[in-house]
Protein backbone atom coordinates (compact mmCIF):
# COMPACT_ATOMS: atom_id res chain seq x y z
CA UNK A 1 0.00 0.00 0.00
CA UNK A 2 1.85 4.03 -1.10
CA UNK A 3 0.28 7.50 -0.63
CA UNK A 4 1.35 10.87 -1.82
CA UNK A 5 2.83 13.39 0.07
CA UNK A 6 4.24 16.57 -0.64
CA UNK A 7 4.54 19.61 2.15
CA UNK A 8 5.37 22.86 1.40
CA UNK A 9 7.59 21.66 -1.38
CA UNK A 10 8.97 18.44 -0.01
CA UNK A 11 7.90 15.10 -0.60
CA UNK A 12 6.57 14.05 2.93
CA UNK A 13 5.19 10.26 1.97
CA UNK A 14 4.11 7.46 -0.46
CA UNK A 15 2.81 4.37 1.07
CA UNK A 16 0.32 1.66 -0.40
CA UNK A 17 1.09 2.43 1.37
CA UNK A 18 -8.55 4.80 -6.80
CA UNK A 19 -16.82 7.89 -9.92
CA UNK A 20 -17.33 9.97 -12.57
CA UNK A 21 -18.08 8.58 -16.16
CA UNK A 22 -15.88 5.99 -17.71
CA UNK A 23 -14.16 7.34 -20.86
CA UNK A 24 -15.35 4.56 -23.72
CA UNK A 25 -12.30 5.27 -26.26
CA UNK A 26 -12.54 2.19 -27.84
CA UNK A 27 -12.85 -0.14 -25.00
CA UNK A 28 -12.23 -3.57 -24.61
CA UNK A 29 -13.90 -5.24 -21.37
CA UNK A 30 -10.85 -7.66 -21.96
CA UNK A 31 -8.18 -5.32 -21.17
CA UNK A 32 -5.75 -5.19 -17.96
CA UNK A 33 -8.49 -7.36 -15.91
CA UNK A 34 -6.82 -9.08 -13.28
CA UNK A 35 -6.87 -12.33 -12.06
CA UNK A 36 -7.32 -11.39 -8.03
CA UNK A 37 -10.74 -12.43 -7.88
CA UNK A 38 -10.04 -15.62 -5.64
CA UNK A 39 -7.74 -13.69 -3.26
CA UNK A 40 -10.84 -12.55 -1.45
CA UNK A 41 -14.52 -12.15 0.01
CA UNK A 42 -16.47 -8.84 -0.04
CA UNK A 43 -16.04 -7.69 3.01
CA UNK A 44 -12.42 -8.06 3.74
CA UNK A 45 -10.90 -5.15 5.73
CA UNK A 46 -7.45 -4.99 6.65
CA UNK A 47 -5.87 -3.37 9.28
CA UNK A 48 -2.45 -1.38 9.63
CA UNK A 49 0.00 0.54 11.62
CA UNK A 50 2.36 3.08 9.74
CA UNK A 51 5.52 3.98 11.43
CA UNK A 52 8.27 6.76 10.35
CA UNK A 53 11.99 5.38 10.83
CA UNK A 54 14.51 7.58 11.04
CA UNK A 55 17.88 6.52 11.78
CA UNK A 56 17.23 4.47 15.63
CA UNK A 57 14.14 6.73 16.03
CA UNK A 58 10.89 4.90 14.96
CA UNK A 59 7.44 6.56 16.06
CA UNK A 60 4.32 6.35 15.22
CA UNK A 61 2.71 7.84 12.35
CA UNK A 62 -0.48 6.38 11.52
CA UNK A 63 -3.34 3.89 10.87
CA UNK A 64 -4.84 2.52 7.52
CA UNK A 65 -7.40 0.09 6.40
CA UNK A 66 -7.90 -1.48 3.15
CA UNK A 67 -11.68 -2.96 2.24
CA UNK A 68 -13.32 -4.62 -0.68
CA UNK A 69 -16.72 -4.96 -1.15
CA UNK A 70 -19.51 -5.15 -3.72
CA UNK A 71 -21.06 -2.21 -5.74
CA UNK A 72 -23.20 -1.29 -8.41
CA UNK A 73 -20.97 1.01 -11.10
CA UNK A 74 -22.97 2.45 -14.03
CA UNK A 75 -25.69 0.09 -13.69
CA UNK A 76 -23.01 -2.86 -13.31
CA UNK A 77 -22.03 -5.10 -10.76
CA UNK A 78 -18.70 -4.74 -9.63
CA UNK A 79 -16.42 -4.13 -6.74
CA UNK A 80 -15.63 -1.06 -4.21
CA UNK A 81 -12.05 -1.27 -3.14
CA UNK A 82 -11.41 1.65 -0.44
CA UNK A 83 -8.10 2.74 1.68
CA UNK A 84 -8.68 5.15 4.32
CA UNK A 85 -5.59 6.25 6.32
CA UNK A 86 -5.31 9.06 8.98
CA UNK A 87 -2.13 10.25 11.17
CA UNK A 88 -2.13 9.73 15.22
CA UNK A 89 0.52 10.72 18.07
CA UNK A 90 3.37 13.59 16.82
CA UNK A 91 2.48 13.25 13.79
CA UNK A 92 -1.20 14.19 14.63
CA UNK A 93 -0.29 17.10 16.26
CA UNK A 94 1.84 18.28 13.69
CA UNK A 95 0.77 17.28 10.00
CA UNK A 96 -2.98 16.36 10.11
CA UNK A 97 -3.90 14.09 7.96
CA UNK A 98 -7.22 12.36 6.55
CA UNK A 99 -7.06 10.58 3.46
CA UNK A 100 -9.00 8.37 1.41
CA UNK A 101 -8.89 6.46 -2.07
CA UNK A 102 -11.66 4.92 -3.75
CA UNK A 103 -11.35 2.46 -6.48
CA UNK A 104 -14.38 1.17 -8.41
CA UNK A 105 -13.97 -1.82 -10.30
CA UNK A 106 -15.93 -4.40 -12.89
CA UNK A 107 -17.28 -7.87 -12.12
CA UNK A 108 -13.91 -8.99 -14.18
CA UNK A 109 -11.41 -6.78 -11.98
CA UNK A 110 -10.85 -4.07 -14.33
CA UNK A 111 -10.28 -0.74 -12.77
CA UNK A 112 -12.78 2.25 -13.78
CA UNK A 113 -12.41 5.02 -11.46
CA UNK A 114 -10.56 6.22 -9.06
CA UNK A 115 -10.92 9.10 -6.54
CA UNK A 116 -8.38 9.92 -4.03
CA UNK A 117 -9.36 12.72 -1.30
CA UNK A 118 -6.95 14.53 0.58
CA UNK A 119 -7.40 16.62 3.62
CA UNK A 120 -4.49 17.66 5.21
CA UNK A 121 -4.25 20.65 7.72
CA UNK A 122 -7.76 21.96 6.13
CA UNK A 123 -6.23 21.45 2.90
CA UNK A 124 -8.20 19.69 0.65
CA UNK A 125 -7.53 18.24 -2.58
CA UNK A 126 -9.42 15.92 -4.51
CA UNK A 127 -7.59 13.31 -7.55
CA UNK A 128 -10.07 11.51 -10.06
CA UNK A 129 -9.38 9.19 -12.63
CA UNK A 130 -11.13 7.24 -14.92
CA UNK A 131 -9.84 4.22 -16.98
CA UNK A 132 -10.65 3.60 -20.47
CA UNK A 133 -9.19 0.59 -22.77
CA UNK A 134 -8.61 0.76 -25.90
CA UNK A 135 -7.02 -2.61 -27.94
CA UNK A 136 -3.59 -1.76 -27.56
CA UNK A 137 -3.62 1.09 -25.12
CA UNK A 138 -4.96 2.38 -21.72
CA UNK A 139 -6.44 5.63 -20.78
CA UNK A 140 -6.86 7.64 -17.75
CA UNK A 141 -8.53 10.81 -17.48
CA UNK A 142 -7.13 12.85 -14.68
CA UNK A 143 -8.85 15.47 -12.86
CA UNK A 144 -7.14 17.21 -9.95
CA UNK A 145 -8.62 19.96 -8.29
CA UNK A 146 -9.88 21.96 -4.84
CA UNK A 147 -12.67 23.71 -3.69
CA UNK A 148 -12.04 26.23 -5.92
CA UNK A 149 -10.21 25.38 -9.01
CA UNK A 150 -9.52 22.95 -11.28
CA UNK A 151 -5.51 22.41 -11.55
CA UNK A 152 -4.98 19.38 -13.71
CA UNK A 153 -7.24 18.06 -16.28
CA UNK A 154 -5.51 15.71 -18.77
CA UNK A 155 -5.58 12.31 -20.87
CA UNK A 156 -2.54 9.56 -19.42
CA UNK A 157 -1.96 7.16 -22.07
CA UNK A 158 0.10 3.58 -21.86
CA UNK A 159 0.90 1.36 -23.71
CA UNK A 160 1.77 -1.63 -21.60
CA UNK A 161 -0.53 -4.57 -20.24
CA UNK A 162 -1.16 -2.68 -16.89
CA UNK A 163 -1.77 1.16 -15.51
CA UNK A 164 -3.25 1.79 -12.13
CA UNK A 165 -3.69 4.36 -9.52
CA UNK A 166 -1.54 4.03 -6.16
CA UNK A 167 -4.13 1.96 -4.67
CA UNK A 168 -4.91 -0.21 -7.59
CA UNK A 169 -1.28 -1.51 -8.16
CA UNK A 170 -1.89 -3.53 -4.37
CA UNK A 171 -4.43 -5.52 -5.69
CA UNK A 172 -2.39 -6.14 -8.98
CA UNK A 173 0.29 -7.51 -6.24
CA UNK A 174 -1.96 -9.84 -4.61
CA UNK A 175 -3.20 -11.47 -7.94
CA UNK A 176 0.74 -12.51 -8.91
CA UNK A 177 0.94 -16.22 -8.95
CA UNK A 178 4.02 -16.83 -7.31
CA UNK A 179 4.71 -20.83 -7.29
CA UNK A 180 6.99 -20.86 -10.70
CA UNK A 181 8.51 -17.52 -9.92
CA UNK A 182 12.26 -17.43 -9.90
CA UNK A 183 14.68 -14.44 -7.93
CA UNK A 184 14.60 -11.89 -10.23
CA UNK A 185 11.56 -11.95 -12.08
CA UNK A 186 10.16 -8.56 -12.93
CA UNK A 187 5.97 -7.64 -13.10
CA UNK A 188 6.16 -3.74 -14.72
CA UNK A 189 3.18 -1.66 -14.51
CA UNK A 190 2.48 2.34 -14.77
CA UNK A 191 0.58 4.71 -11.86
CA UNK A 192 -1.50 7.43 -13.02
CA UNK A 193 -0.35 10.37 -10.42
CA UNK A 194 -1.98 14.04 -11.67
CA UNK A 195 0.19 14.52 -14.98
CA UNK A 196 2.86 11.53 -14.69
CA UNK A 197 2.43 8.36 -15.82
CA UNK A 198 5.54 6.30 -13.10
CA UNK A 199 7.08 3.25 -14.68
CA UNK A 200 7.20 1.18 -11.67
CA UNK A 201 8.27 -2.43 -11.43
CA UNK A 202 7.70 -5.62 -8.83
CA UNK A 203 10.68 -7.60 -8.66
CA UNK A 204 10.72 -10.73 -6.83
CA UNK A 205 13.32 -11.25 -4.37
CA UNK A 206 12.01 -15.25 -2.83
CA UNK A 207 10.81 -16.28 0.57
CA UNK A 208 11.49 -14.18 3.94
CA UNK A 209 10.59 -14.38 7.38
CA UNK A 210 8.65 -10.91 9.21
CA UNK A 211 9.20 -10.45 13.12
CA UNK A 212 6.70 -9.27 14.68
CA UNK A 213 7.95 -10.06 18.17
CA UNK A 214 9.56 -12.67 19.88
CA UNK A 215 6.18 -14.73 19.47
CA UNK A 216 4.87 -13.77 16.16
CA UNK A 217 6.39 -14.35 12.54
CA UNK A 218 4.74 -14.34 9.11
CA UNK A 219 5.99 -16.68 6.62
CA UNK A 220 6.05 -13.92 3.60
CA UNK A 221 7.29 -13.62 -0.36
CA UNK A 222 9.55 -10.92 -0.57
CA UNK A 223 9.10 -8.07 -3.59
CA UNK A 224 11.54 -4.84 -4.32
CA UNK A 225 9.42 -1.74 -5.78
CA UNK A 226 11.45 -0.25 -7.88
CA UNK A 227 9.88 3.27 -8.79
CA UNK A 228 11.45 5.75 -11.30
CA UNK A 229 9.90 9.09 -9.73
CA UNK A 230 11.72 11.68 -7.96
CA UNK A 231 10.02 11.57 -4.88
CA UNK A 232 11.94 8.38 -3.36
CA UNK A 233 15.86 8.19 -2.56
CA UNK A 234 16.36 6.25 -5.57
CA UNK A 235 14.83 4.86 -8.14
CA UNK A 236 16.23 0.77 -7.88
CA UNK A 237 14.79 -0.44 -4.75
CA UNK A 238 13.03 2.63 -3.81
CA UNK A 239 10.12 0.29 -1.49
CA UNK A 240 9.63 -3.59 -0.26
CA UNK A 241 6.76 -5.58 0.03
CA UNK A 242 6.29 -8.54 1.97
CA UNK A 243 3.31 -10.65 0.68
CA UNK A 244 2.15 -13.21 3.63
CA UNK A 245 2.42 -17.03 2.10
CA UNK A 246 -0.79 -18.48 2.28
CA UNK A 247 -4.04 -17.88 -0.45
CA UNK A 248 -5.08 -14.24 0.81
CA UNK A 249 -1.63 -13.05 -0.69
CA UNK A 250 -1.91 -9.94 1.73
CA UNK A 251 0.75 -7.48 2.50
CA UNK A 252 2.28 -7.75 5.68
CA UNK A 253 4.82 -5.40 5.67
CA UNK A 254 5.71 -2.50 3.63
CA UNK A 255 8.84 -0.47 3.64
CA UNK A 256 9.37 2.80 1.42
CA UNK A 257 12.89 5.47 1.61
CA UNK A 258 11.97 8.81 1.74
CA UNK A 259 14.47 11.82 1.04
CA UNK A 260 14.60 11.61 4.93
CA UNK A 261 14.29 8.60 7.09
CA UNK A 262 11.73 5.68 5.77
CA UNK A 263 8.06 5.03 6.20
CA UNK A 264 7.22 1.25 7.09
CA UNK A 265 3.74 -0.33 7.29
CA UNK A 266 2.57 -3.17 9.38
CA UNK A 267 -0.40 -5.59 9.25
CA UNK A 268 -2.28 -5.27 12.33
CA UNK A 269 -5.45 -7.66 11.98
CA UNK A 270 -8.10 -8.56 9.72
CA UNK A 271 -11.94 -9.38 8.80
CA UNK A 272 -13.46 -10.89 6.72
CA UNK A 273 -10.60 -12.87 4.91
CA UNK A 274 -11.84 -15.79 2.78
CA UNK A 275 -8.58 -18.24 3.77
CA UNK A 276 -6.95 -18.89 7.15
CA UNK A 277 -4.18 -16.42 7.72
CA UNK A 278 -1.87 -19.77 7.75
CA UNK A 279 1.13 -17.66 6.91
CA UNK A 280 0.88 -16.15 10.51
CA UNK A 281 3.12 -18.15 12.88
CA UNK A 282 2.72 -18.01 16.96
CA UNK A 283 5.83 -18.90 18.66
CA UNK A 284 5.39 -20.71 22.44
CA UNK A 285 7.66 -19.06 24.91
CA UNK A 286 9.14 -21.91 27.16
CA UNK A 287 8.62 -20.93 31.16
Not at 160 to 178: A, E
Amino acid sequence: MIIERRIQGISAMRVWILIAVWITMGANTAAQSIPVRDRFNPGEITYYDLYFKWGVIMSHAGKASISIQNTTYANKPGYFYRLLFNTSGLFEKVYKMRDTIDNYYSSNMQLLFSQKRINENNYYLIDDLTFSYGKDCVYAHSHRYTLEKTKIDTILASTKQYMFDMLGSTLYLRSLNWENMQNGDTFPFNVAIGRDRVNIRFRYAGQQIVERSETLKYRTHHFYVDIFDDAFTQSKSAAELWIGDDENHLPVKIRAKLRIGAVEVYYKNASGLRYPLTSRVFIQQRR
